[in-house]
């Protein structure tokens, strides 16, 4: 079974389009996060829920909105998009109590705007 | 706030020969640091952590590392790579207690020649 998985895993787009992307954990953590990577490799945090609250929210977009459903879910969607959004978009979710504590990462969605 | 440095951007290394993936952080309050290895196309996997206790971290396929916190390193270290260690190492640093954020390096493409 995987722990957090992501769909798609590849997702090729013109540019104007508004898509979603969506993670799921099975791991039972409560906190789940959205990673950017961009060309150069670099992860910068976009977003992080807590049990369904949003928790971080840096400096995004508007056109960028998370949605949880629940905390076993937390669903990204991209509104008008530009050829800037073009990286691999990681999903992770933690485990934050002390005696286990440790991020789980799905294996990416790498996005394509064209 | 917290932030990560990788000072190394490539580190290339013949097989069999040791290598050491340098990192330093800082932060204003106590932090768990992670290594996480990132196969081409893949996602990211942990190689080790340091929570607390022991400042001699073993991890995963041979690796390991020494937190040093009058120095604020977390150096990667492995006696004799392999091919297969080709990769991206990122390091990186969370604020228990905190918003609990993982925060990542640049990271350092180590590069194994045969």
């Known amino acids: 079974d995987t722990a957090v998985s992501q769909t798609p895993k590849y997702l090729v787009t013109q540019m104007g389009n508004d898509k979603s992307i969506k993670c799921e954990q099975n791991l039972g953590h409560d906190t789940m996060y959205w990673y950017k990577q961009d060309s150069k490799k670099f992860l910068k945090i976009m977003f992080s829920?807590?049990?369904?609250?949003?928790?971080i929210n840096e400096t995004v977009p508007n056109r960028f909105s998370p949605k949880s459903p629940d905390k076993a879910h937390l669903n990204l969607h991209i509104n008008s998009l530009e050829l800037g959004d073009s990286a691999v978009y990681f999903c992770?979710?933690?485990?934050?109590?002390?005696?286990?504590?440790?991020?789980?990462f799905g294996s990416g969605t790498r996005l394509t705007v064209v | 706030a917290q932030s990560v440095t990788q000072l190394d951007s490539q580190v290339p290394v013949f097989e069999e020969a040791p290598v050491e993936l340098r990192c330093n952080y800082s932060?204003?309050?106590?932090?768990?640091l992670f290594w996480y290895v990132q196969y081409p196309n893949q996602g990211l996997q942990l190689l080790l952590k340091y929570l607390s206790g022991s400042t001699l971290v073993k991890g995963i396929n041979g690796f390991e590392a020494e937190f040093n916190k009058s120095q604020t390193s977390f150096h990667l270290r492995k006696p004799s790579v392999h091919i297969s260690d080709t990769a991206e190492y990122f390091c990186?640093?969370?604020?228990?207690?905190?918003?609990?954020?993982?925060?990542f390096g640049t990271g350092t493409r180590l590069t194994i020649i045969p």
């Open positions: 992770a979710s933690s485990q934050l109590r002390v005696e286990n504590y440790g991020y789980t």
């Open positions: 932060s204003s309050v106590s932090v768990y």
């Open positions: 829920y807590n049990n369904k609250e949003l928790i």
């Open positions: 990186a640093v969370s604020d228990p207690g905190g918003n609990e954020k993982l925060t």
